[in-house]
C-alpha cells in the first residue's frame, strides 16, 4: 500500500491509488516519484510542504 501526503497549507491530501490527473500523474505513483516541479492542486504548495499522512 503506497502511503497517502497531506499538504501543511491546505490539508489536500494526495492518494496515490488516484494520483493527480489534472497535472497527468497517474494513478498508482508514490508520492516520493512526482516531480519535483509539482505542486498542490488545491493551494499551489511545493512538495517541500507536505508530510506524511497519519490518520488518527
Known amino acids: 500500500m503506497l502511503e ?3 499538504c501543511t497549507i491546505c490539508g489536500y491530501i494526495y492518494d496515490p491509488e488516484v ?5 497527468g500523474i ?3 505513483t508514490a508520492f516520493a516519484d512526482l ?3 509539482w505542486y ?3 493551494c499551489g504548495a511545493t512538495k517541500q510542504d507536505f ?3 497519519v490518520p488518527d
Open 35 to 37: 516531480p519535483e516541479d
Open 4 to 6: 497517502k501526503y497531506i
Open 40 to 42: 498542490c492542486p488545491d
Open 51 to 53: 508530510i506524511l499522512f
Open 19 to 23: 494520483g493527480d490527473p489534472e497535472t
Open 26 to 28: 497517474e494513478p498508482g
